[in-house]
Every structure is written in C-alpha cells, then in structure tokens.
C-alpha cells in the first residue's frame, strides 16, 4: 500500500519559511514524479510545484517562482517544498502526490495525472 506523509506546516508569519516534507512508503517514488498541490477555503485544489522521477525539471505555479523550491532526496523517498517569503494568500492545505507515470521526463500539473495522495499539512500565514 502506497502511503504519503506530509509534515512541516504550521503558522508563520508574512515573509517567513517553512519547509514541507513528503515521505513515501510502498512505492519506489524515485520512478516517479511527484507534486505539491494546495487548497485553500472555500478554493479548489491547485498545483504549485512539481519535480520529475530523476530531479532534472522542476516546474512552478507563476505566484511562487522564486520564493518556492521543490527537491527530492530519493535514498530517502523524501520530497520537500521549501518555501520563503510566504504571503497570507499561500494560506492552504499543502498535499503532496506522486504521479502515475513511471520516468516520464516532463512535470504534469493536474491532478488528475497524480495516482496516490497525502493527508496534507496546514500552513497558515499571518499578516
């Protein structure tokens, strides 16, 4: 069984950092991509930052280029979001997913690609 754990939400201030981790079990993620998706209130979900199985593409939604950075550890099937100079729209439910496609070279932005999902972590930025 596929599972996905996040962590690293929590509250913070206009301007600061957090750093969100995605730990998989089950599945070789390292043949995959994967993404962090977010969903704020009363929003759908959206798609922020994607990596490719091997780390070489990366690709960002418009409004967190340069303040989001997407990695992968995958001797520790580990996926992280780094994320600087948060705003109080960035408020949401931040979940990670792992795409279907084995080795595809590309990142895929919808969520209807994404097989296996996590629970999600808040994060809420206070302005």
């Known amino acids: 069984q596929v599972q996905l754990v996040e962590s690293g939400g929590g509250l913070v201030q206009a301007g600061g950092s957090l750093r969100l981790s995605c730990v998989a079990s089950?599945?070789?993620?390292?043949?995959?991509?994967m993404g962090w998706f977010r969903q704020a209130r009363g929003k759908e979900r959206e798609f922020v930052a994607g990596?490719?199985?091997?780390?070489?593409?990366?690709y960002y939604k418009d409004s967190v280029k340069g303040r989001f950075t997407i990695s992968r550890d995958n001797a520790k099937s580990t996926v992280y979001l780094q994320m600087n100079s948060l705003k109080p729209e960035d408020t949401a439910r931040y979940y990670c997913?792992?795409?279907?496609?084995?080795?595809?070279?590309?990142?895929?932005?919808?969520?209807?690609?994404?097989?296996?999902w996590g629970q999600g972590t808040q994060v809420t930025v206070s302005s």
């Open positions: 990596i490719s199985w091997s780390g070489d593409s990366t």
């Open positions: 997913a792992s795409e279907g496609t084995v080795h595809r070279s590309i990142v895929i932005t919808a969520a209807g690609f994404y097989d296996y």
């Open positions: 089950g599945r070789t993620v390292s043949n995959y991509g």
